[in-house]
Nanobody, 120 residues
Framework: QVQLVESGGGLVQAGGSLRLSCAASGRTFSAMGWFRQAPGKERELVACISWSGGSTFYADSVKGRFTISRDNAKNTVYLQMNSLKPEDTAVYYC???????????????WGQGTQVTVSS
């Protein structure tokens, strides 16, 4: 059974930091991504990373503030979020797929999500 389990969400003040983790089990993924969905908005890609970690992609809104990384020995992907803003408030999901893409529908497996709330 394939599972992706996120952790690390919570409530933080603007300017603060959080580190999200996503532990995968049951298989490995060539590409992994972090997405987020705010109330009333569509799910959007935040960042994605290749198997080696040598290729990454970030949404413009998080460039310079967020860093995606992965530890293949632990089958885990991370999202370090710094300088958080109230507009970063959303449910954050990790996803696994065969290749890096911004397309939500191209990822095969999803976690259950973790809430991130940034207060002003």
């Amino acid at each position: 059974q394939v599972q992706l389990v996120e952790s690390g969400g919570g409530l933080v003040q603007a300017g603060g930091s959080l580190r999200l983790s996503c532990a995968a089990s049951g298989r490995t993924f060539s590409a992994m991504g972090w997405f987020r969905q705010a109330p009333g908005k569509e799910r959007e890609l935040v960042a994605c990373i290749s198997w080696s970690g040598g290729s990454t992609f970030y949404a413009d809104s998080v460039k310079g503030r967020f860093t995606i990384s992965r530890d293949n020995a632990k089958n885990t992907v991370y999202l370090q979020m710094n300088s958080l803003k109230p507009e970063d408030t959303a449910v954050y999901y990790c996803a696994g797929g065969r290749y890096m893409t911004v397309l939500t529908g191209s990822y095969d497996y999803w976690g259950q999500g973790t809430q991130v709330t940034v207060s002003s």
